[in-house]
Each structure stands twice: as C-alpha cells, then as structure tokens.
C-alpha cells in the first residue's frame, strides 16, 4: 500500500516525533554513566557507538520499510496508535492489527 501526498508529510513527523523520544531516552541513559576513571569513560564511548550503531539501523526512512519501522516504534513506547491519526484508515487498522499481532506473537513464546 502506497503512501499518499498526505500521508507521507504524517509519517514525516511521526518520524521525527519518534526519533526526538529515541534521543531523550538515550539522553537520561547517558546522564547515569559515571565518568570518574578512563574505564568508565570508554565504557560510555562503547555504550554510545553501539547507540549510534543502533540509530542508524532503526531510522531508515524508506517507504518500503516504514510501516514495519512505525510498528517496532509503537512497540518500543515511541509512538502510540492515538498518534497516527492522519494516516488513512486502512493504514492505521493495518499498523494496529500488526502490532496486535507482534505483541500476541512475543507473548506466545
């Protein structure tokens, strides 16, 4: 399913919107490391390459991959259902009912 002119300026900002949390909870993460010896230095430098390794990865805006991208957003607390108003209808019950979906399938196991 395509993404409308629309939808596309939407999932821009729900995008973005879900990055922004990303970096605020990577920010209190950061505010917990203890930077008194070089080992708790480099400790914070392997914990913040993984992070950005991490980033990398998850904020890969293609269209292709969006809606699995904005599903694992809505697992991980980045984004809630009530956000994605603006999306069509049959986006938003796809994006709802597949997230279901993920949550009966991890609970499952």
């Known amino acids: 399913m395509d993404y409308t002119k629309s939808e596309k300026k939407v999932a821009q900002e729900l995008f ?19 930077c008194d010896t070089p080992e708790e230095i ?11 390794k991490e980033f990398d990865n998850k904020y890969d805006y293609r269209y292709s991959v969006l809606d699995e991208i904005f599903i694992s957003f809505i697992l991980e607390g980045l984004l809630y259902v009530h956000e994605l108003k603006g999306l069509s209808k049959e986006r938003q019950e796809y994006l709802i009912n597949r997230t279901k979906k993920q949550v009966s399938n991890t609970n499952d196991n």
């Open 42 to 52: 480099w400790s914070l430098r392997d914990f913040l390459n993984k992070k950005a």
């Open 16 to 34: 973005k919107l879900a990055r922004q949390r990303d970096y605020k909870r990577l920010q209190t993460d950061i505010k917990q490391y203890k």
